[in-house]
C-alpha cells in the first residue's frame, strides 16, 4: 500500500467514524467505491467491493449504503427512469445534469450554494428547506453521436 493509499484510506475511517458507525472493511469498501465512481449505483458499489471483499452480497451494500445517507455521509440521487445513485459529496446543496440517452449524470454546483436555493412562487404556507434540480439533456458524447 502507498502512503497515499493509507492517508486516503484513513481519512475514510475518520469520516465513517465521525457519522458515528463503526469501521468495518465493508463500510470502507463501499465509501472508497463511491470516492472512485460517485453517482453510482448498489450494483456498481457492489462490484467495486467484491473486487477486494468477493463474498459481499448486494443486500450487504444496500445496509452500508442505508445506514451512510441515514448518518449524511453519503447522498442518495434517484432521477427519474433510474435506479437510486450515491455519492460522497454532500452538504453542498449541488444539483444534477442527466443525460436523456445514456443516463450520464455530472454534478453542477449551487449558484446560492445553500438551500433552498430556489422557492416556489407560492409556498403554501410550507417551511421550504431544500430544492432538488435535475438538468435534462443530451450529454457532449451523445450529442457527438446524435
Ligand atoms: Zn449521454
Ligand atoms: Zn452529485
Redesign the pocket.
Known amino acids: 500500500m502507498t502512503v497515499t493509499d493509507a492517508t486516503e484510506a484513513g481519512a475514510l475511517a475518520a469520516g465513517i467514524r465521525s457519522a458515528g458507525l463503526k469501521v468495518t472493511a465493508q463500510r470502507l469498501a463501499v465509501l472508497q467505491a463511491l470516492a472512485d465512481a460517485p453517482h453510482a449505483t448498489a450494483e456498481r458499489v457492489l462490484a467495486a467491493v467484491r473486487a477486494g471483499l468477493p463474498g459481499t452480497s448486494l443486500q450487504a451494500v444496500y445496509g452500508v449504503l442505508t445506514a451512510f445517507t441515514a448518518a449524511g455521509l453519503v447522498r442518495r440521487i434517484e432521477p427519474a427512469g433510474s435506479a437510486a445513485l450515491f455519492e460522497r459529496r454532500v452538504g453542498d446543496n449541488h444539483h444534477h445534469l442527466v443525460?436523456?440517452?445514456?443516463?450520464?449524470v455530472q454534478d453542477v454546483e449551487c449558484v446560492v450554494g445553500e438551500a433552498p436555493c430556489l422557492l416556489p412562487a407560492d409556498a403554501q404556507g410550507f417551511a421550504v428547506q431544500s430544492a432538488e434540480v435535475t438538468f435534462w439533456g443530451?450529454?457532449p458524447?451523445?450529442?457527438a453521436s446524435s
Open positions: 443525460c436523456t440517452a445514456c443516463g450520464a443530451l450529454c458524447s451523445c450529442r
